[in-house]
């Protein structure tokens, strides 16, 4: 089994819901989100999926999020759009792009991450 991995940022501001503390308060994240493609086939260029398709695919998705209110968007109202929500959303987004997409990770700061993968 191969696996690949991709990483983008994007900026983006959130709040969420029924929680009971700061991060109640609308705040903003430098989220770090990287994409994990994994498989068995390469291809006649012994490559399982080109880094300029898997970062071409992720900027697309991440556009969509990058310097919003995440609460907002369509996807989010009335959730909490929590790292969890954010990774399984880019998640399906790129699996839609890129089949292989095996999990998305999102990283609100240097020590802090929420993956999503199908189990």
Same mark, same amino acid.
């Given at each position: #089994?191969?696996?690949?991995?991709?990483? #983008?940022?994007?900026?983006?501001?959130?709040?969420?819901?029924?929680?009971?503390?700061k991060c109640e308060n609308m705040h903003g994240h430098n989220w770090l989100v990287e994409a994990f493609v994994s498989g068995t086939e390469l291809d006649k260029s012994n490559i399982l999926v080109d880094y300029k398709v898997i970062k071409s695919n992720l900027k697309e998705v991440l556009d969509y999020l990058d310097h919003k209110d995440v609460n907002e968007l369509e996807?989010?109202?009335?959730?909490?759009?929590?790292s969890e929500v954010l990774a399984k959303f880019i998640y399906e987004k790129m699996k839609e792009r890129i089949p292989l997409?095996?999990?998305?990770?999102?990283?609100?700061?240097?020590?802090?991450?929420?993956s999503y993968f199908e189990g």
């Open positions: #089994m191969f696996e690949l991995k991709a990483q #983008m940022y994007f900026s983006a501001a959130h709040h969420l819901l029924n929680y009971n503390g996807e989010f109202k009335g959730i909490s759009p929590s997409t095996n999990k998305i990770s999102v990283w609100e700061t240097a020590t802090s991450c929420a």
